[in-house]
T-cell receptor, first 109, second 113 residues
Framework: KNEVEQSPQNLTAQEGEFITINCSYS?????LHWLQQHPGGGIVSLFM???GKKKHGRLIATINIQEKHSSLHITASHPRDSAVYIC???????????FGTGTRLTIIP | NAGVTQTPKFQVLKTGQSMTLQCAQD?????MSWYRQDPGMGLRLIHY???????DQGEVPNGYNVSRSTTEDFPLRLLSAAPSQTSVYFC????????????FGPGTRLLVL
């Protein structure tokens, strides 16, 4: 069993829909990262969470440490949100992040 | 700032050849890492460095060497390329050890024949 599981693996939605991507992990962590990989391959860090909730524009990330679960939400989705979203977990002071395999999101106009 | 840069963008090697993937950052970040990304798998850490002169192994270090002589540069060396090293390689950097945001380079696509 992978230490980091993402669901769904693939998600197709209409423009404007509310999107939720989930990440579950099986190990104790102190930091969880959400990354976005563009169709061209570039990777951008979206959030680093250790507790609670963070918001940036139309993106919201939440984490429940007790349940070992995090969600990434996108409000008013747009075709430019189409990308692979990757969850990664680790601990402060330890460089060894464990990555999920990603959720491929496609937003149809 | 250029951020994290990687060269080359694409490379084809024959089995047994050696090469160096270059990575540089201009943000004065202490932490730098090399990852490989393969289809159906998450990013995997190859080697990392927590400062000039300090390197350590990640999850999949075999067949790769690194050095960190300056804060800016973190080259990855393939000593004798094998087809199993066909992958996309990403270099990343971040300021320090407290889980801050990582900045990724654009990647190097390597094909070993």
């Amino acid at each position: 069993k992978n230490e980091v599981e993402q669901s769904p693996q693939n998600l197709t939605a209409q423009e404007g829909e509310f999107i939720t991507i989930n990440c579950s992990y099986s190990v104790g962590i102190s930091a969880l990262h959400w990354l976005q990989q563009h169709p061209g391959g570039g990777i951008v860090s979206l959030f680093m969470l250790s507790s609670g909730k963070k918001k940036h524009g139309r993106l919201i990330a939440t984490i429940n440490i007790q349940e070992k679960h995090s969600s990434l939400h996108i409000t008013a989705s747009h075709p430019r949100d189409s990308a692979v979203y990757i969850c990664a977990v680790g601990n402060f002071g330890n460089e060894k992040l464990t990555f999920g395999t990603g959720t491929r999101l496609t937003i149809i106009p | 700032n250029a951020g994290v840069t990687q060269t080359p963008k694409f490379q084809v090697l024959k089995t047994g050849q050696s090469m160096t993937l270059q990575c540089a950052q201009d943000m004065n970040h202490e932490y730098m890492s090399w990852y490989r990304q393969d289809p159906g798998m998450g990013l995997r850490l190859i080697h990392y460095s927590v400062g000039a002169g300090i390197t350590d192994q990640g999850e999949v270090p075999n067949g790769y060497n690194v050095s960190r002589s300056t804060t800016e540069d973190f080259p990855l060396r393939l000593l004798s390329a094998a087809p199993s090293q066909t992958s996309v390689y990403f270099c990343a950097s971040r300021p320090g050890p407290h889980g801050e945001t990582q900045y990724f380079g654009p990647g190097t696509r390597l094909l070993v024949l």
